[in-house]
């Protein structure tokens, strides 16, 4: 199970050093990352998603908290959160297929952000689930080129 | 307020910290560090031969006094002759501080002469490090690094200082005291935990306690004592814990696991509770880990978090420090007896005694036998890694912690000698043995300079079987006898080259022979070294094979 996991750093150089030092020496796995500075310049926080099964995860999140610049770690995965990621992706878009894909970026409410004539540059913003669905009626068009930020995440402040 | 220069800070937090020896060797980068070390002589320089050597030295002095040890090298090559020392320290939680010069910070990173990006190389062997780029953050960062390395789980912090920051100035004073929002350990225990662990004890029949190294750093050997002899609690150690409980206690089990006995073994393995309290449930420890204490309920007490449940599945986690979790249980157990699984115990014991095949000729057991013997018992041994380590373990009785010095968790052969030089400059008043293999002695021999130069009195017993003799047994009993690369011809006579460093050499052929030498080092004031010449294919007995569960005891004798 993919875990979204979020760590509050002190905002020093080698952090990241530190982190990937240690995912690698006890063998476990990242599939996205992302990294910035906080409403505290002091303070980074980077959220992560992390496979594992539980005991896995456990070992991930105090491995974590023990290193020395590491001020926190929350385990966001079963918490109510808000969960963004950004994805721009350039897909074929030849004569009608544009008019689909434009259909489709009203539809996702994603943005044209470069134009070419045999492509198009989509910019999304969203929550996994929308990501991924537009991904998928993409990929008929021929998807060229795709990179994404990895998820943010924060925990909804109010939990009701 | 007069500026100091950080090579001034440095050495001023050294005094500030109350280091009197340091182990070092110098080089460029570190030039203004010993340059204030020359007009400072109540820090004491111990010069070794190799800077392998002056991290192992460290090591041994904190093992032996409980204090933080400290090494001092250039950058470069300096800095990474420290890795296997630093990693050996990191692996045993030895609360080390390592000082490595480094370039100046403008020539980072250019691949100048002698950079190595230490920090970089030793993030997973550290329990932290730092590279300093501002020398007004250099005296908090000092503070930090000793706070660090002794607090909570110890380990080793190294800092990095540039040349220029050694040389640039501040008024940044040294901080009194020192807080890090992102590291606060735990002492307490949860409380709750505490009341759940105690009822479990009142209601075991047959519980073990299964002691590891963290008794040693907490210096809770006391309270582990009475722990045990209020409830009633045989008590098994781990190669780490040696010395944690007194061996010639009726209570004690010796060692447990790969090498251990089996009567500690069995006990494991029958156990309806163990109570781990500061180990860690090593591979060497608990052999097939599906097998391990299969009927035990488990209460696992650690400072380190991440040492719970990372390997065997716990029941009840305590996290904090032994010595003051296990008083607050014990105020809550009730004392039971546990009659008829102490004459269990008793039967085992008296069934499979640790034992070898003493038939006249010269066994390594029989030289450790007659270590302990005519040293009463009460000397510091440091070991090097393999047999001889296994046999100073198992025929050494451990009856004070810092007594047994040795390289559990890396298993750093060369490890023995420097830590054994580290550990008579902490405690000069007692007798400091190095029992040691041919194999493992000749990996720091060259330190017989620096035992001759300051007349350190470690006496070094080879136990000189010709032969990488661990490897040999398990090339021996699993591989069919082909002895692939074990066998040692090549080496230097022991006595002559001891002599040549103006060390004393003797040499001791047969079994009538180990009593006199022993006496004759004994009674020399300055170091020695003995080569026994032992039994070339003597064995390691009982033994469990890797990934065997523990029952599953090889056994020479049968």
């Given at each position: 199970?993919?875990?979204?996991?979020?760590?509050?750093?002190?905002n020093?150089?080698?952090i990241?050093?530190?982190?990937?030092?240690l995912?690698?020496?006890?063998?476990?796995?990242?599939?996205?990352l992302?990294?910035?500075?906080?409403?505290?310049?002091?303070?980074s926080?980077?959220?992560?998603?992390?496979?594992?099964?539980?005991?896995?995860?456990?070992?991930?999140?105090?491995?974590?908290?023990?290193?020395?610049?590491?001020?926190?770690?929350?385990?966001?995965?079963?918490?109510?959160?808000?969960?963004?990621?950004?994805?721009?992706?350039?897909?074929?878009?030849?004569?009608?297929?544009?008019?689909?894909?434009?259909?489709?970026?009203?539809?996702?409410?994603?943005?044209?952000?470069?134009?070419?004539?045999?492509?198009?540059?989509l910019?999304?913003?969203?929550?996994?689930?929308?990501?991924?669905?537009?991904?998928?009626?993409?990929?008929?068009?021929?998807?060229?080129?795709l990179?994404?930020?990895?998820?943010?995440?924060?925990?909804?402040?109010?939990?009701? | 307020?007069?500026?100091?220069?950080?090579?001034?800070?440095?050495?001023?937090?050294?005094?500030?910290?109350?280091?009197?020896?340091?182990?070092?060797?110098?080089?460029?980068?570190?030039?203004?560090?010993?340059?204030?070390?020359?007009?400072?002589?109540?820090?004491?320089?111990?010069?070794?031969?190799?800077?392998?050597?002056?991290?192992?030295?460290?090591?041994?002095?904190?093992?032996?006094?409980?204090?933080?040890g400290?090494?001092?090298?250039t950058?470069?090559?300096?800095?990474?002759?420290?890795?296997?020392?630093?990693?050996?320290?990191?692996?045993?939680?030895?609360?080390?501080?390592?000082?490595?010069?480094?370039?100046?910070t403008?020539m980072i990173?250019?691949?100048?002469?002698?950079?190595?990006?230490?920090?970089?190389?030793?993030?997973?062997?550290?329990?932290h490090?730092?590279?300093?780029k501002?020398?007004?953050?250099?005296?908090?960062?000092?503070?930090?690094?000793?706070?660090?390395?002794s607090?909570?789980?110890?380990?080793?912090?190294?800092?990095?200082?540039?040349?220029d920051?050694?040389?640039?100035?501040?008024?940044?004073?040294?901080?009194?005291?020192?807080?890090?929002?992102s590291?606060?350990?735990?002492?307490?225990?949860?409380?709750?935990?505490?009341?759940?662990?105690?009822?479990?004890?009142?209601?075991?029949?047959?519980?073990?306690?299964?002691?590891?190294?963290?008794?040693?750093?907490?210096?809770?050997?006391?309270?582990?004592?009475?722990f045990?002899?209020?409830?009633?609690?045989?008590?098994?150690?781990?190669?780490?814990?040696?010395?944690?409980?007194?061996?010639?206690?009726?209570?004690?089990?010796?060692?447990?696991?790969?090498?251990?006995?089996?009567?500690?073994?069995?006990?494991?393995?029958?156990?309806?509770?163990?109570?781990?309290?500061?180990?860690?449930?090593?591979?060497?420890?608990?052999?097939?880990?599906?097998?391990?204490?299969?009927?035990?309920?488990?209460?696992?007490?650690?400072?380190d978090?991440?040492?719970?449940?990372?390997?065997?599945?716990?029941?009840?986690?305590?996290?904090?420090?032994?010595?003051?979790?296990?008083?607050?249980?014990?105020?809550?157990?009730?004392?039971?007896?546990?009659?008829?699984?102490?004459?269990k115990?008793?039967?085992?014991?008296?069934?499979?005694?640790?034992?070898?095949?003493?038939?006249?000729?010269?066994?390594?057991?029989?030289?450790?036998?007659?270590?302990?013997?005519?040293?009463k018992?009460?000397?510091?041994?440091a070991?090097e890694?393999?047999?001889?380590?296994?046999?100073?373990?198992?025929?050494?009785?451990?009856?004070?912690?810092?007594?047994?010095?040795?390289?559990?968790?890396?298993?750093?052969?060369?490890?023995?000698?420097?830590?054994?030089?580290?550990a008579?400059?902490?405690?000069?008043?007692?007798?400091?043995?190095?029992?040691a293999?041919d194999?493992?002695?000749?990996?720091?021999?060259?330190?017989?300079?620096?035992?001759?130069?300051y007349n350190?009195?470690?006496?070094?017993?080879?136990?000189?079987?010709?032969?990488?003799?661990?490897?040999?047994?398990?090339?021996?009993l699993?591989?069919?006898?082909?002895?692939?690369?074990?066998?040692?011809?090549?080496?230097?006579?022991?006595?002559?080259?001891?002599?040549?460093?103006?060390?004393?050499?003797?040499r001791?052929?047969?079994?009538?022979?180990?009593?006199?030498?022993l006496?004759?080092?004994?009674?020399?004031?300055?170091?020695?070294?003995?080569?026994?010449?032992?039994?070339?294919?003597?064995?390691v007995?009982?033994?469990?094979?890797?990934?065997?569960?523990?029952?599953?005891?090889?056994?020479?004798?049968?």
């Open positions: 199970m993919k875990h979204l996991i979020s760590v509050e750093v002190e020093r150089f080698g990241l050093a530190r982190i990937a030092s995912f690698s020496a006890r063998g476990f796995n990242i599939d996205s992302a990294v910035g500075e906080t409403e505290d310049p002091t303070v926080r980077i959220t992560m998603v992390v496979p594992g099964d539980d005991q896995v995860i456990e070992q991930v999140i105090k491995q974590l908290r023990k290193l020395i610049d590491v001020i926190k770690v929350v385990d966001l995965t079963n918490q109510p959160t808000v969960t963004r990621e950004l994805v721009l992706v350039r897909v074929s878009a030849r004569g009608r297929e544009r008019d689909e894909v434009m259909r489709l970026v009203d539809i996702f409410r994603a943005r044209i952000v470069d134009v070419h004539p045999e492509s198009l540059t910019e999304v913003t969203g929550d996994e689930e929308k990501i991924e669905g537009l991904l998928t009626l993409l990929r008929p068009f021929g998807i060229k080129k990179v994404r930020t990895g998820k943010v995440a924060l925990a909804r402040e109010y939990k009701g | 307020m007069k500026k100091r220069t950080g090579a001034e800070i440095v050495v001023e937090a050294l005094i500030k910290e109350g280091i009197k020896v340091i182990f070092g060797y110098p080089g460029g980068a570190v030039i203004p560090i010993y340059d204030v070390l020359y007009d400072t002589p109540q820090i004491r320089h111990i010069l070794t031969r190799h800077e392998q050597a002056a991290a192992h030295a460290a090591d041994g002095y904190a093992r032996a006094t409980g204090k933080v400290v090494c001092l090298a950058s470069g090559p300096g800095a990474t002759n420290l890795v296997t020392g630093l990693a050996t320290a990191y692996m045993d939680s030895v609360p080390l501080v390592a000082f490595t010069g480094q370039v100046p403008s990173g250019n691949d100048s002469f002698q950079e190595a990006n230490i920090t970089g190389i030793t993030y997973s062997i550290t329990k490090n730092y590279l300093v501002d020398i007004d953050e250099l005296p908090r960062i000092l503070k930090e690094a000793f706070y660090i390395a607090t909570g789980r110890p380990g080793p912090v190294l800092v990095d200082l540039p040349k920051i050694q040389n640039s100035k501040t008024d940044a004073v040294y901080p009194k005291e020192i807080s890090i929002r590291y606060r350990p735990h002492y307490e225990g949860n409380p709750k935990q505490i009341k759940l662990a105690a009822n479990i004890i009142d209601k075991s029949e047959s519980p073990v306690i299964y002691a590891g190294g963290g008794i040693i750093s907490s210096g809770a050997s006391k309270e582990l004592y009475e045990a002899h209020h409830n009633n609690i045989p008590v098994t150690t781990t190669l780490m814990g040696l010395g944690a409980f007194p061996e010639d206690d009726p209570l004690s089990l010796k060692m447990l696991g790969m090498h251990g006995t089996r009567y500690a073994n069995y006990a494991i393995t029958e156990a309806d509770l163990i109570i781990a309290v500061g180990a860690r449930f090593d591979d060497r420890v608990t052999g097939d880990v599906s097998e391990f204490a299969p009927r035990a309920k488990i209460i696992h007490i650690d400072i978090p991440t040492a719970i449940s990372k390997s065997v599945r716990v029941d009840i986690p305590i996290v904090g420090d032994a010595k003051e979790i296990l008083p607050r249980i014990n105020a809550l157990t009730k004392g039971k007896k546990r009659e008829a699984w102490h004459r115990i008793a039967r085992w014991k008296e069934k499979y005694p640790l034992k070898y095949n003493n038939d006249g000729k010269l066994k390594p057991q029989f030289v450790v036998e007659k270590i302990y013997e005519l040293t018992g009460k000397a510091i041994i070991t890694v393999g047999q001889n380590q296994m046999w100073a373990a198992q025929f050494y009785r451990y009856t004070r912690p810092r007594s047994f010095i040795s390289s559990g968790g890396l298993g750093t052969m060369g490890y023995g000698f420097p830590a054994s030089i580290g008579q400059l902490g405690r000069p008043d007692e007798v400091v043995f190095d029992i293999g194999g493992s002695f000749q990996m720091n021999i060259q330190e017989l300079a620096t035992v001759a130069r350190i009195p470690v006496k070094v017993a080879i136990l000189n079987n010709g032969y990488l003799g661990m490897v040999r047994q398990w090339q021996e699993f591989y069919n006898r082909r002895y692939s690369q074990v066998e040692l011809s090549g080496s230097p006579d022991f006595v002559s080259i001891a002599r040549s460093y103006g060390v004393k050499g003797i001791v052929e047969k079994c009538e022979q180990v009593e006199p030498a006496k004759e080092a004994l009674s020399t004031p300055g170091p020695v070294v003995i080569d026994f010449r032992v039994e070339p294919e003597e064995n007995y009982p033994m469990v094979p890797a990934g065997a569960a523990l029952t599953e005891m090889l056994d020479g004798l049968a």
